[in-house]
């Protein structure tokens, strides 16, 4: 495996990433694989191709692996790659399948989305989660898929007509203030991912220059961003609705602090989540704070363990009409 070169985390950085694994050897093995290089993965896009059929046809350029029996959909490409060549396959340019990291399905897998919800993704560009989500659902219910910026929206969209995702409609708003317009009009959903801008401590792998843009005080500013979000989405979950909550960093700011926030004002139950690959448990206990227990229930995904990019998980169910 190749090794990253571009590796200098800030004193700080590395200071609060060892405080939150578990031994020596644990940290060791977090700065091993964060230099290396990320597997190649990508996703079949079950609404045009079956994963038996599209894996026949990968076969004959590339080595290819299914790492997980129950979802054959997830494959990771072994054979070494041009610049380009995933996204220039005849089989992408179709919309057979999406290029998509491991850890960044798991949101979904962990939401089961079915094809009679009525499916709110509020911070969906460029669309990776979105039609995986429309592909679980069969093009079926409705899926609004929601984002501030033009430039990501438009990769949205040509993200969704590329894979044949035709049960979204997509938006452009501010989150939090799509959210209040939802709430006039009184519109309730069964499903809501909260899938939040946040600082990119889980990416390094891909984009070394987390190292040089990671500041404490982007995490803190991000952390009341993500507490607004996903307050103003929780409101309009329907009555035993679930919300899955998640980020690809590791500070708890982002991750255990937004969830316990949420858990101080309304009821909530978090609801365990079972994924194909490791995970640990989300923390109860973060510096000078205690959280809630329940928050163990929660999914930490860490590079080490999976050979994978970081992210975090957290899957709640609404008890009441507040």
Known sequence: MKQNKKYQPKPLFKERIESLLEDEEDIEKFWEFVKKDL????????????????????????????????????????SDL???????????LLGL?????????????ALTPKPEDIF??????????????SALMQNSGIIIANDVSLSRISILSANSERTG???III??????????????????????????????????????????MWNIKVVNKLSRIQKKLLGAAFELLKPEGELLYSTCTHAPEENELVIQNLLDKYDIEIQPINLPLKTRPGLTKWQNQTLSPELNKACRIYPQDNNTEGFFLCKMKKLGEK
Not at 54 to 68: D, G, M, N, V
Not at 82 to 92: A, I, M, Y
Not at 183 to 205: H, Q, Y
């Open 39 to 78: 597997p190649k993965s990508i996703r079949c896009n079950t609404l045009k191709i079956l994963p038996f059929e599209l894996k026949e046809r990968l076969e004959k350029k590339w080595k290819i692996k299914q790492p997980f029996p129950q979802h054959p959909e997830i494959i990771v490409i072994i």
């Open 82 to 92: 041009l610049p380009g060549e995933l996204g220039k396959s005849k089989e992408h």
């Open 97 to 109: 399948f999406y290029v998509q990291e491991i850890s960044s399905m798991m949101p979904i897998l």
């Open 120 to 133: 709110l993704d509020l911070c969906a560009a460029p669309g990776s989660k979105t039609t995986q989500t």
């Open 165 to 167: 995702a035709s049960n």
């Open 171 to 212: 938006t452009r708003h501010d989150g939090v203030q799509l959210c209040k317009k939802l709430k006039k009009l009184k519109m309730k959903f069964s499903k809501i991912l909260v899938d939040v801008p946040c600082s990119g401590e889980g990416n390094i792998r891909s984009n070394p220059a987390t190292f040089k």
